[in-house]
């Protein structure tokens, strides 16, 4: 199982041109080393005055200087990022996103569509042909090298975990609507579940649960 975290831009805070969510596609069996490894990061490089201020890197703190970032310097702070972003490859973790040009998107007939609706359509069928590959190779490796009464699994799931979007009923519907159009509950007679047969459910997350939070506020935010 695979688990889709995502996040957007926040472009309401700040004077930019581009909406965009990102999705990185965490393994399962992954996330505890990968959570230690930012916690070890986090005790190497913030000093020890921090540790209770400390709740996660989240970039506009890094790019801020604020809260357990405060006082320390803006190249110690982007070198902070930049061995997060690292982890990207060494993990070979896949970046999935969607950008809406939020300039262009005004100028057309549809200006009124959300552009975080949009953004995360993208990322949620962008997440479905990654998993559709990631099935088709498997199903090749297993027709070239199978063995007789070999049995074998092609069942990968991915969970995406969003901002819960509370101080915003409107769009917290929005996706949610936009996701049950896209991954309908399996009903007889047909039990098609639609476009995105590889997903569970909705999820949510807090600010404070995951230790990819910065890895994707970069991603959102980057030029």
Request: aromatic residues 10%; contains cysteine.
């Amino acid at each position: 199982m695979y688990l889709a975290y995502s996040d957007d831009s926040k472009t309401k805070h700040n004077n930019v041109e581009w909406q965009v969510m990102s999705t990185v596609m965490v393994k399962d069996e992954t996330f505890r080393g990968f959570e230690l490894h930012m916690g070890l990061i986090a005790a190497e490089l913030l000093p020890p005055e921090k540790y209770e201020q400390f709740a996660e890197f989240h970039a506009s703190d890094l790019y801020n200087g604020t809260k357990a970032f405060e006082g320390i310097e803006w190249a110690q702070r982007m070198s902070i990022l930049e061995i997060l972003l690292t982890l990207l490859e060494k993990e070979k973790i896949p970046v999935i996103y969607g950008a809406v040009d939020l300039s262009r998107l005004n100028k057309t007939i549809y200006a009124s569509a959300n552009p975080i609706e949009m953004t995360f359509r993208m990322c949620a069928l962008g997440v479905q042909d990654w998993m559709s590959k990631q099935l088709q190779e498997k199903f090749s490796q297993y027709r070239d090298h199978k063995t007789p009464d070999e049995q074998v699994r092609f069942d990968d799931v991915a969970v995406f975990i969003l901002d819960d979007f509370e101080g915003n009923k409107p769009l917290k519907s929005s996706l949610q609507q936009a996701f049950r159009q896209m991954r309908k509950p399996m009903r007889p007679p047909s039990f098609q579940s639609g476009s995105m047969a590889t997903r569970k459910p909705w999820m949510k997350r807090g600010s404070r649960s995951l230790c990819a939070t910065t890895i994707l506020d970069w991603l959102a935010s980057a030029p």
